[in-house]
């Protein structure tokens, strides 16, 4: 069974960076799609970066481009978080599928139980 485990999350003032990584167990994150989504309370969930097998296929929702960047590295994806807003505080999730198309779509298969992000001064 895959689980995901995310780490890296805190309290962060505005302007400020953070990195957060999403390892796996039973399975190797090498041959998975992956994607970092994101809840604020009361709102929905937010899909923020994507990456599949390879780097032409990394996205990055509009809201953070050119703040965030997603990478991965044998059996950990990142989210390199630079530049935070307050309304970048949400939970963070990790998620991965086979396909990239279903983690873009919010059905990954599998998901992390999320970490807290907070920006605020």
């Known amino acids: 069974q895959v689980q995901l485990v995310e780490s890296g999350g805190g309290l962060v003032r505005p302007g400020g960076s953070l990195r957060l990584s999403c390892t796996s167990s039973?399975?190797?994150?090498?041959?998975?799609?992956a994607g970092w989504f994101r809840q604020a309370p009361g709102k929905g969930r937010e899909g923020v970066a994507f990456?599949?097998?390879?780097?032409?296929s990394i996205a990055h929702a509009d809201s953070v481009k050119g703040r965030f960047a997603i990478s991965r590295d044998k059996n950990t994806v990142y989210l390199q978080m630079n530049s935070l807003k307050p309304e970048d505080t949400a939970v963070y999730y990790c998620?991965?599928?086979?396909?990239?198309?279903?983690?873009?779509?919010?059905?990954?298969?599998?998901w992390g139980q999320g970490t807290q992000v907070t920006v605020s001064s």
């Open positions: 990456i599949g097998l390879s780097d032409d």
């Open positions: 039973g399975v190797t994150l090498d041959y998975y799609a």
């Open positions: 998620a991965a599928d086979y396909s990239l198309a279903n983690v873009k779509d919010g059905w990954a298969s599998y």
